[in-house]
């Protein structure tokens, strides 16, 4: 049997801290400039994982590559929950068969 690790917590539960910690680490170059446009729109992360190009913009960010690369961690992110999820249904397909 494996070991279970711990699973992070789903972006969509995220609060606006932890939107604020994962700014800070993947967007860690644009953390101070952005992160009290963030904290004031209450960004949780359900709210990013709904964040386009045109929202940051709109959010207060606008040096276009700041956008494009902020953009592009939070796609990202997407990619990393998609995973997840699908791993998720993977395992419970399994269980269904075993």
Known sequence: MKNKTARPRPVYLW??????????RHCSDYYQLYHEKFLYHDIT?????RINENILLRLGID????????????????LKTD????????????????
């Open 45 to 49: 992360g359900r709210v990013l994982l």
């Open 83 to 98: 995973m997840l999820e699908i791993k998720d249904i993977e395992r419970r397909n399994n269980m269904n068969f075993d």
């Open 15 to 24: 609060n606006v801290l932890d939107v604020q910690k994962w700014l800070r």
């Open 63 to 78: 040096n276009e590559q700041h956008r494009l690369d902020i953009w592009r961690e939070i796609m990202k992110l997407h």
